[in-house]
């Protein structure tokens, strides 16, 4: 069984900026998700198919005095790129178990929320890397199970489809190793440093996003 690709995380420091870019490469609008309270962000959707999408996530401007830390970098970087990515599986807590077992150090699962514009919450169950990035670029994914709440992608219009995910590295052995043990269909290639790079066929025809 395969960890296909759930989502692309698109850190910008203005969610309307972020959009703005999003919707000029592909073409297509982008759907408000919400606010993530314990974490001071709030996001948009793209979808690249039924079971995947971009998320545009940035500062929650109605969190001006948020305290935290924010994750993966969000709010710091010079210019909106791809920070992170999620691969999807479920009976998460399994796979956890299982891959941990092979050498690879994924945390407990633990539940996430956010509060749709609707002001409905919504949960999933999210596992991290142990040495994930907080302020940079993280190549190897984490990992969500949705559980019984309706894939996101499923709120957005349809027209552009993910095709391939790129991960470069400057040691990009290593990493296609633990690639291989987390199941990803995902191609490595060396890198001067850690970068993601999709690639997405859209309304404007075949595009990169990094």
């Not at 793209?46 to 305290?67: H, K, N, Q, S, T």
């Not at 609707?118 to 993280?138: C, H, K, M, P, Y």
Request: include cysteine.
């Amino acid at each position: 069984m395969s960890s296909p690709t759930d989502h692309l995380v698109f850190a910008t420091n203005d969610l309307k900026e972020g959009i703005e870019q999003i919707e000029d490469l592909l073409a297509l609008p982008a759907t408000i998700g919400g606010r993530h309270p314990d974490m001071g962000t709030c996001n948009a959707h793209v979808a690249l198919g039924p079971y995947c999408y971009i998320e545009i996530i940035a500062p929650d401007p109605e969190r001006p005095d948020f305290e935290g830390v924010r994750p993966f970098g969000i709010g710091q970087h010079e210019t909106s790129q791809l920070v992170a990515w999620a691969a999807r599986r479920e009976k998460l807590t399994q796979f956890v178990e299982s891959v941990r077992a092979r050498g690879c150090h994924l945390s407990e699962p633990f539940p996430m929320s956010r509060i749709t514009p609707e002001g409905e919450t919504i949960g999933w169950e999210l596992s991290f890397q142990a040495e994930a990035d907080q302020d940079g670029v993280n190549v190897l994914p984490f990992f969500i199970d949705w559980g019984s709440t309706a894939h996101p992608a499923s709120r957005c219009k349809q027209g552009a489809t993910l095709l391939a995910v790129k991960l470069e590295h400057p040691e990009p052995e290593e990493l296609a190793k633990t690639a291989e043990v987390l199941e990803l269909d995902v191609v490595v290639g060396l890198g001067s440093s850690p970068r993601i790079i999709a690639q997405i066929s859209s309304p404007r025809g075949e595009v990169m996003l990094s």
